[in-house]
């Protein structure tokens, strides 16, 4: 499937799309931005998953967007959903917007479930805010959607209280609220770290079959690729605070074009093919109040050059639909084309093991 | 040859309050057996709760067991703190899965990789206690520098560096890791796994390895347990184990990775959330979720039996080839 | 993938600390500079002059004189010793008592929790002041009895601080990580835990401190606490309260500087524990601790 | 007298705050605790007037017999006891009885000391018999001390009251006061003018008297010298009465330096007299050398300025005891840490001795512990204030530290045989001549030389400060509060 | 439920059990007796000799301890030494003025510090916290017989508004009487306590504001207000409850200093007068009862606490 790519817009306006977006901490006397200028888009029905490792912005930017994050973050560029912007809506529209048409779920459900109210309670109150519904009506729409996220004996669940469910269960739970304001979209912040194996998959599935009946559009946040690949049409890839690759999500897990991104691949070990050594990214994310200047990615890349310490690399075409923020994108895409050529068939690191600190020794021991 | 550790019949129980003050018994871990031969790794995977960390601390002998029998090289291990469980210490050690909640924020990283051996009084030897941990300090690839610096200034790698570091430096023969790389990222866990492979390499302690991910057991274990709410359910190689699943609920644990590489497989979902471990099912434990359970699966608690060349099951419907081919 | 990971790879700048928290250290410390120094400074707390009794505050006296003619403002300042002498030593004596209890409560559990727990239990029940005034019956009274029961009236909150963190600590796993190296009990509790729980107990001591201060005060208040003539607050609130309508200023002037003694203690307890806490932006409790390196 | 006056006044709820929780209500067990409520609630058999002529009130005439061994009392008809029973001959031995008992006599005991036994020749006459001629005044003393119970409520006395008094009591809260109504049948005619009477107790001396001046109360009883002073000048009605106590530094003589004779005598010189009067009582009382009040037959005025504050003499005994300095100090000042004056005083003293080189601490005791170590005789030296110094000059021997035997402090035998004589001697000597003159110098004389109590200072009792609406206060010779004069203007 | 009850009564025991009988030993440790009080400094040690005899106090002290406690079972504490009455009646006359003394109190500060609580909250930072901080800090920090001080100076003695001197006057019988008098020791207490609850409450709010539940409901569309009143408030409430009842536990013996400053006749008072005059039936009984309501509030609290707070478990 093609994607437009952001700028050549299409007839409609997309549905939610971030321009130059940053998000920064007060933070004493200063502040510190964690989030550095992201364009991204989400068209309507579209499932766009954001990977990316820890701390490097992921969840602050959605929450930044919706302003979650109370009065220390400080935000800049623009949000807009169907074209208008919501930096400029009043705390009203905004809570009519939260809920209503972008719905949020987030990693631990059962921390974020109000524990003293009844699950009832709980989905009663967004229908009430968003759709108006109260009483009767209210209830009859709370045992439909928990109905529709797969939990059995509704009636009974909807008098009970968070503690008494498990970890799935209040994840369901918790997308029954979401989808009890029939929103356009659906931010998902890591919702199956929580959870194990067995109900990941529950999960995800539930979502996909929602997507499937609703059309809703998803925004998947996660450090798993292979959940994101599992969901999303769309994958961004972030670092330290910015986007650093996004692509239709074969094309990026076939073809990274950033080396963060073959980096992150090579790492993970997998369950298929044989055993091989996995080939770490060495070092680490730096810290937002430090960041080194140019490429962030830069100390860490195996393909460093000194002119990667110079301007921060813009994202630019990497193929259809394809875009890769990297300096060197032009002379690596060549490379790796001939070396995936030259060793097809064979499993070899991709990315050369960097901030190794005692890299003789390593070869030693391993010897 | 005696294996490094022979587990029997291990059971641990815990005393909870019910709701209305009742006593229950919580059956962590209910009937386990598997050995290790030293400098092997033994994986362990299961979900939540299903009592891999009181397997590992049942192993250690930190916390008495309720039925079943421990025995490392030979000796058995119990639970009683008296010197002969102080001087076990030396030989078993335990990496967790926090590196900074494991280590103390008071003391400096080199002090810590020192601590154990002042409580066991290691203070001459060969070896100053500095020289020796400096040496772990390298063969973990930290930089003498790091020696004085504290938890909270060093990275997540790092810090799990250290941890390993201190397990290693009373030279011990098993080392259990109780999720070793579940608090670090992708990158750094790649780097942590390689390094417990090469010190596995250099040093020749066995490891028992206990995660809840699939991968990455798959990438360190030479064999994988997978236990179900306190059983072992089915045990083998990994590759074998994996590829081929014997058991229905490892069957459904593997098809329920998701994986980068395959997209749009066939997943078995299993209905349900696991199941309390305070009221066990009756038969096997398994059976609520089973898609493929019958009448004798509700019964009767199937044994974990040879079902193939290395691998082991416990699954009424899998059947069990001979002692002796399994022997082979 | 923990936050502190981000957090504390980096040490942060930490902003300066509030005004209060200044007025309130340079009010200690020229309460406790006083206290240290009462001795070599000109003036006499007991010396009398009847016949200049209940004058108000002059040039020569600035607080004024009390019902035997000594001024007020010495005795206030030497006021200020018995105070912090018993404050301090009741401190002491609740942390040397109740961390123990705390601690071996907290580490073991079972019959030694339950047992240590109930005695803790009673403590509590009583009403601090009541088990003041129980132990100063018992003892007699005099500034060794103040100091040890008002100590005796702290051992349950040490005990109980103790033993919260323990039982947090006693979970981490590096606290288990030690035990796993074969030591023994009495090293876990002293030598691992005790230091990572310092910090919450200094502010503990703080907290204390000013609870002391104001404890002794009132055991003086109610008139057995430090006896006379030996200068001390509460007692001169006691012996003021009588002389409301001569001389307000009494009671008055020694009651502002025990209030502003309580509050300054109060606020740097605060803002040491606002350090501590994490979530509150300070720092962690090893970053109090070695704020000097 | 005060009947007179009592025509022109209003009755009403009289409301007084008091300062202490009363004991009980036992008649015989007279301390200061129960002052405000003993003369409303019971009446004597004689009364005093305040210059200490006697008075007849449940005894209408009294008649000592020639040899001073027996007294006959003639008792008043129509009284009745609070329960209704008629007052007669029973009530006064009920009393009797009561006080000759160890176990039950209480303060009446100790007075009980002369009389051998008692008869009742009818109803309405009781003749008490003595062992030995005991002198006028003390006879009248004892009279003036009995207070007839009524004998159905004699066991009980201590709960229930058993009095023919003023006064009924009709509820009491503990800790907080207590509320007494007139009795419609009290035999005084016109009496009681109040028709009742509500007595809050206050912790403090200060609180009762915000709550006079805030018009809460019409009267303190028994609040101290310094806020009477106050209120005086505040334009408040103070009434002291002639019942007096004496301040007096007990010495413990049969302890370390107090064995010294010359030593003690230096504390003579050491009082700061009119210092301790002025911290300790606002300057209410008088300075005193001998524990006598201005109304004791023993009084006499010159010792005082003989024994006036000088530490030059007082420094030259000291030197003559042949202490050392460190000898000197060896020792405690206990005080009554309840009693407020007491513990300025006793700074006062400490204050004066560091002057003279002697540091002592001081042993603030309060309420039981106190008594406890009184009782015991276990201190060095004490302030504490003697009672009966305006009556028969022997009764100083009532208080503990005067006592002739079995004396708590100074123990048997007792260390100072003069004292002992000189007492005996004044209880012997008969008459009003001036042999009996002669026995109290003599008394007045030992007590100086032998300095084992070092009076310093007369002060007020029961001080009553009342507003200005009240009139009628009938004073007494124990500052009692007889209430039952007592009306609105 | 009913268990749970039975089970925390049956704790009880033991610590009342161990409680009466340390004071038992610790009164016979005290210096003095009750006998010196009640016969007077002038008495001669024949009465000394009968009244010790009469109260029993020759007799072996565990022979004295099992005799009260066989009585105490019964409901029977004994007579006061000192004034003859039963202790269970002065014990009663007090327990009401200061369980009205505690209710004054606690409204008042009620009243205070959930404002100063809320409002310190929902404007953290600001300069309006800071000022409720100091404000806060003042409440607790100024003793409260120097503010009693303060208070007696400004009413009673400048203005003469109201008595220095409080008494106890049931509220149902003299509300207007009760109220002058409970005024000013009420504003004492209440602003002290104020200050803890405020603190307390403030600390709660601001950490159930952090939760991850609250984020849930802005996420959802809930407004601030509703955020704060209905899913902050309401969860912050609870532990809330714990302090509110251990203040009112506290004030049954424990708040003898403000007693002493208004005079007020509370049972900590009566203790200490008892204590003062070696009162002994009169100790015990007055520290059984503050023992005893202090775990019943304790109890109570925590009844409420897990009728309220579906997580809690009866254990
Ligand atoms: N409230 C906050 N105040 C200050 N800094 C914050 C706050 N929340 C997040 N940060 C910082 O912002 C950066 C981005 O955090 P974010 O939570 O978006 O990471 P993430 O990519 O979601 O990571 P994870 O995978 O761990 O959830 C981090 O460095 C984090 O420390
Ligand atoms: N101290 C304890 N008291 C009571 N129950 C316990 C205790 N420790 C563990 N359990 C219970 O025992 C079961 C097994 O726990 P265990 O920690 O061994 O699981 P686990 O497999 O390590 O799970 P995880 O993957 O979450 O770490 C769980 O149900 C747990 O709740
Ligand atoms: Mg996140
Ligand atoms: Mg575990
Ligand atoms: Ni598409």
Redesign the interface.
Same mark, same amino acid.
């Given at each position: 499937m093609l994607h437009p790519v952001p700028g050549s817009t299409g007839a409609a306006p997309p549905l939610l799309s971030l321009e130059d977006f940053t998000v920064a901490f007060a933070? $004493?006397?200063?502040r510190t931005r964690v989030v550095h200028g992201i364009d991204l888009t989400l068209q309507r029905g579209e499932a766009l998953g954001i990977v990316g490792?820890?701390?490097c912005g992921k969840s602050v930017t959605w929450?930044a967007a919706?302003r979650?994050l109370g009065k220390r973050a400080v935000t800049t560029g623009r949000v807009l959903l169907n074209g208008r912007d919501l930096s400029g809506f009043s705390?009203?529209e905004l #809570?009519?917007?939260? $809920? $209503?048409r972008i719905?949020?779920i987030?990693q631990?459900p059962t921390?974020?479930?109000?524990?003293?109210?009844r699950i009832g309670t709980q989905i009663g109150?967004?229908l009430r805010?968003?759709r108006g519904l109260t009483g009767k009506a209210a209830e009859r729409e709370a045992l439909r959607l928990l109905d529709r996220v797969g939990i059995a004996d509704a009636p009974r669940r909807l008098r009970q209280?968070a503690?008494?469910l *498990?970890g /799935? !269960?209040n994840q369901r739970v !918790?997308i029954a609220?979401a989808l009890?304001?029939e929103p356009d979209v659906l931010v998902a912040d890591e919702p199956t770290t929580a959870l194990? #194996?067995?109900?990941?998959?529950?999960i995800?599935?539930l979502i996909r079959d929602i997507r499937r009946d609703t059309g809703m559009g998803l925004v998947l946040i996660s450090?798993?690729?292979?959940?994101i690949?599992?969901l999303c049409d769309r994958v961004a890839v972030m670092y330290a605070g910015r986007v650093v690759e996004t692509a239709a999500?074969?094309d990026l897990?076939g073809s990274p074009r950033h080396p963060y991104t073959r /980096?992150?691949? #090579?790492?993970?070990? *997998?369950?298929?093919g044989p055993?091989v050594?996995?080939?770490?990214? /060495?070092g680490?994310?730096p810290?937002?109040?430090?960041m080194p200047p140019g490429c962030a990615f830069a100390p860490r890349c195996a393909y460093a050059e000194a002119h990667c310490g110079n301007g921060i690399p813009v994202l630019q075409p990497a193929g259809t639909g394809h875009l890769s923020a990297c300096r060197r994108l032009d002379a690596l895409m060549g490379e790796w084309q001939r070396q995936a050529a030259r060793e097809a068939g064979r499993h070899d690191p991709v990315v050369q093991d960097l901030d190794?600190?005692?890299r003789d020794?390593?070869r030693e021991? *391993?010897a | 040859m005696t294996p490094l550790l022979n587990v029997r019949d291990l059971a641990c129980r815990y005393r909870v309050t019910g709701k209305r003050g009742e006593t229950h018994w919580l059956h962590a871990v209910d009937g386990v057996n598997f050995t290790l031969d030293a400098g092997r790794t033994l994986g362990v995977v299961g979900e939540s709760g299903c009592g891999k960390s009181t397997t590992a601390k049942l192993v250690l002998g930190l916390q008495p067991a309720s039925r079943g029998r421990i025995t490392f090289a030979g000796e058995p291990v119990s639970a009683t703190r008296d010197s002969h469980w102080r001087a076990m210490r030396r030989r078993m050690q335990m990496v967790h899965q926090d590196p900074l909640a494991a280590l103390d924020r008071r003391l400096t990283v080199g002090e810590q990789v020192i601590e154990p051996l002042i409580i066991h009084g290691l203070k001459g030897g060969p070896q100053t206690p500095r020289e020796r941990a400096l040496a772990l300090f390298d063969a973990v690839g930290l930089r003498a520098a790091m020696f004085e610096r504290y938890p909270h200034e060093l990275s997540g790698g790092q810090r799990q560096r250290v941890v390993l570091a201190r397990a290693l430096v009373l030279d011990p023969e098993l080392v259990v890791c109780d999720e070793p790389i579940s608090a670090l990222d992708v990158s750094v866990a790649a780097q942590v796994i390689n390094l417990l492979q090469d010190l596995q390499g250099r040093f020749g302690m066995a490891y028992l390895f206990i995660s809840h991910d699939l991968k990455v057991v798959r990438q360190i274990a030479d064999e994988v347990a997978v236990m179900y709410l306190g059983r072992i359910v089915e045990q083998g190689a990994p590759d074998d184990l994996f590829h081929t699943p014997a058991h229905p609920y490892t069957e459904a644990l593997v098809s329920a990775i998701p994986t980068v590489g395959q997209r749009d497989r066939k997943r078995i979902v299993l209905a349900g959330d696991p199941p309390n471990p305070v009221d066990r099912p009756a038969g096997c434990a398994f059976h609520p979720r089973c898609p493929r359970a019958t009448a004798i699966c509700r019964s009767e608690v199937p044994p974990l039996r040879p079902v193939a060349e290395g691998r082991l099951a416990a699954c009424h419907l899998v059947p069990a080839v001979s002692a002796r081919s399994a022997a082979a | 993938m923990t936050v502190q990971e981000g957090v504390l790879t980096k040490r942060r700048r930490r902003p300066l600390p509030p005004l209060g928290f200044i007025i309130s250290l340079g009010f200690l410390t020229v309460v406790i500079f006083g206290a240290v120094f009462a001795n070599v400074l000109p003036i006499d707390p007991l010396a009398q002059n009847i016949v200049d009794s209940l004058k108000p505050p002059s040039g020569s006296h600035w607080f004024g004189t009390d019902e035997l003619g000594r001024d007020i403002m010495a005795r206030v300042i030497f006021g200020a010793r018995t105070s912090l002498v018993t404050a301090a030593g009741a401190v002491i004596i609740a942390a040397l008592i109740g961390v123990p209890i705390g601690l071996v409560a907290g580490y073991f559990g079972g019959w030694r929790d339950t047992v240590l727990m109930r005695f803790i239990d009673v403590l509590l029940a009583l009403p601090n002041i009541l088990l003041a005034m129980a132990l100063i019956a018992v003892l007699g009274r005099s500034q060794t009895a103040a100091l040890i029961a008002v100590g005796v009236a702290g051992v349950p909150s040490f005990a109980r601080i103790a033993r919260a963190q323990v039982l947090t600590l006693r979970q981490l796993d590096f606290v288990s990580a030690v035990r796993g190296f074969g030591c023994s009990s009495s090293y876990i509790m002293f030598r691992t835990i005790l230091p990572n729980i310092l910090s919450p107990l200094m502010v503990q001591v703080i907290v204390l401190s000013s609870v002391a201060i104001l404890l002794e005060a009132a055991l003086a208040f109610l008139g057995v606490g430090v006896p006379p003539p030996t200068p001390s607050w509460g007692e001169m609130l006691r012996t003021g309260k009588s002389y409301l309508y001569e001389a307000p200023y009494y009671a008055v002037l020694p009651g502002l500087v025990l209030t502003l003694t309580i509050l300054s203690f109060d606020t740097i307890g605060k803002q040491m524990s606002r350090a501590l806490d994490p979530r509150s932006g300070g720092g962690t409790p090893g970053e109090l601790e070695r704020a000097g390196p | 007298g005060a009947t007179a006056s009592a025509q022109a006044l209003k009755g009403g709820t009289l409301r007084i705050g008091v300062l202490d929780e009363i004991a009980n209500y036992d008649p015989q067990q007279l301390s200061t605790v129960n002052f405000y409520v003993i003369k409303n609630l019971y009446d004597s058999l004689i009364e005093y007037t305040a210059d200490g002529k006697p008075v007849p009130s449940l005894a209408t005439a009294w008649k000592i017999a020639p040899d001073n061994k027996s007294v006959t009392v003639t008792l008043r008809d129509g009284v009745t006891f609070h329960s209704g029973t008629p007052f007669k001959a029973d009530g006064v031995i009920a009393a009797l009885t009561k006080g000759a008992d160890p176990a039950r006599g209480k303060n009446v005991y100790s007075t009980m000391a002369v009389v051998k036994d008692w008869t009742a020749p009818d109803d309405r006459t009781v003749t008490i018999n003595f062992k030995d001629p005991v002198p006028d005044r003390q006879i009248l003393d004892l009279l003036q001390f009995l207070i007839p119970i009524d004998p159905k409520g004699v066991e009980t006395v201590e709960t229930v009251p058993a009095g023919t008094g003023p006064y009924l009591l009709e509820s009491r809260s503990v800790g907080q006061g207590m509320k007494l109504k007139a009795n419609p049948n009290y035999w005084r005619k016109g009496e009681p003018v109040s028709k009742e009477i509500v007595f809050t107790i206050f912790s403090e001396d200060a609180a009762a008297t915000a709550a006079l001046e805030s018009g809460a109360i019409d009267m303190v009883y028994n609040g101290s010298s310094r806020s009477a002073a106050r209120l005086k000048n505040a334009g408040y009605q103070v009434f002291d009465g002639p019942g007096k106590l004496v301040q007096v530094f007990r010495i413990n003589s049969t302890r370390g330096p107090f064995r010294n004779k010359k030593f003690r005598q230096a504390f003579n010189y050491l009082m700061d007299r009119d210092g301790i009067l002025r911290v300790g009582y606002a300057g209410m009382g008088q300075v005193v050398a001998l524990p006598w009040a201005p109304a004791s037959p023993a009084f006499d005025a010159s010792y005082t300025k003989t024994y006036a504050y000088d530490l030059e003499k007082a420094k030259a005994l000291l030197k003559e005891s042949g202490l050392t300095p460190a000898e000197m100090q060896d020792w405690k000042l206990l005080v009554n840490g309840s009693d407020e004056p007491s513990v300025r005083i006793s700074q006062v003293v400490q204050a004066t001795l560091a002057q003279v080189g002697i540091k002592i601490d001081l042993d603030i005791r309060q309420g039981a512990e106190f008594v406890d170590a009184l009782l015991k005789g276990n201190f060095d030296a004490v302030f504490g204030g003697v009672g009966n110094v305006q009556k028969f000059p022997s009764r100083v021997a009532t208080n503990s530290i005067y006592r002739t035997s079995k004396n708590p402090v100074l123990k048997d035998p007792h260390p100072h045989p003069d004292y002992v004589a000189a007492i005996a001697k004044v209880d012997t000597t008969f008459g009003s001549g001036t042999d009996v003159k002669a026995s109290y110098d003599n008394l007045n004389k030992v007590l100086v030389d032998e300095s084992f109590g070092i009076p310093t200072n007369s002060y007020e009792v029961g001080l009553i400060v009342a507003s200005d609406k009240i009139g009628g206060i009938t004073p007494d010779m124990d500052n009692l509060l007889v209430a039952r004069t007592i009306g609105f203007k | 439920m009913t268990g749970f009850i039975l089970r925390r009564l049956a704790q009880l025991i033991p610590v009342l059990l161990i409680a009466s009988f340390a004071i038992w030993a610790m009164i016979f440790a005290v210096p003095g007796g009750p006998v010196g009080m009640m016969v007077g400094e002038n008495a001669t040690p024949e009465e000394i000799a009968a009244a010790t005899r009469k109260l029993g106090l020759d007799r072996p002290i565990p022979v004295q301890y099992f005799n009260w406690l066989t009585h105490a079972v019964t409901g029977d504490f004994g007579q006061s030494l000192h004034s003859r009455d039963p202790v269970t009646k002065l014990i009663g006359e007090r327990l009401p003025a200061t369980l009205q003394l505690a209710l004054v109190s606690i409204l008042v500060a009620l009243v205070i510090g959930i404002p100063v609580a809320i409002t310190g909250a929902v404007k953290e930072g600001s300069w309006v916290d800071r000022l409720l901080n100091g404000w806060n800090a003042l409440a607790l920090g100024v003793p409260t017989f120097w503010l009693g001080i303060l208070l007696i100076l400004l009413f009673s003695v400048e203005l003469r508004w109201l008595p220095s001197a409080s008494r106890y006057v049931p509220l149902w019988e003299d509300p207007n009487q009760a109220l002058r008098s409970l005024i000013l020791p009420g504003l004492t207490l209440g602003l002290y306590v104020s200050g803890i609850l405020a603190r307390f409450l403030k600390a709660s709010l601001v950490s159930e504001a952090r939760a991850d539940y609250v984020r849930t409901a802005r996420a959802k569309g809930v407004s601030e207000r509703q955020i704060v009143g209905h899913h902050i408030m309401q969860n912050a409430l609870l532990p809330f409850i714990t302090i509110v009842g251990l203040m009112v536990a506290n004030f049954i013996g424990g708040a003898v200093v403000t007693e002493a400053v208004f005079t007020y006749p509370g049972l900590g008072r009566l203790l200490i007068q008892a204590i003062s005059t070696r009162d002994y039936p009169l100790i015990q009984g007055c520290i059984v009862v503050i023992l005893v309501i202090y775990m019943a509030i304790s109890l109570i609290v925590d009844i409420l606490y897990a009728v309220i707070d579906p997580r809690i478990e009866y254990r």
């Open positions: 933070q $004493g006397a200063g490792e820890s701390g929450l919706l979650l705390e009203r #809570a009519d917007v939260r $809920g $209503g719905g949020l987030f631990d921390s974020c479930l109000n524990p003293i109210l109150e967004a805010l968003h209280h503690h008494e *498990s /799935g !269960m !918790m609220i009890a304001g194990d #194996a067995t109900i990941q998959a529950q995800l599935d450090h798993d690729l292979g959940v690949a599992d999500t074969q897990l /980096g992150l691949l #090579a790492a993970l070990p *997998s369950l298929e055993r050594r996995l080939t770490p990214v /060495g680490t994310v810290s937002p109040d430090a190794w600190p005692n020794r390593q021991l *391993s | - | - | - | -």
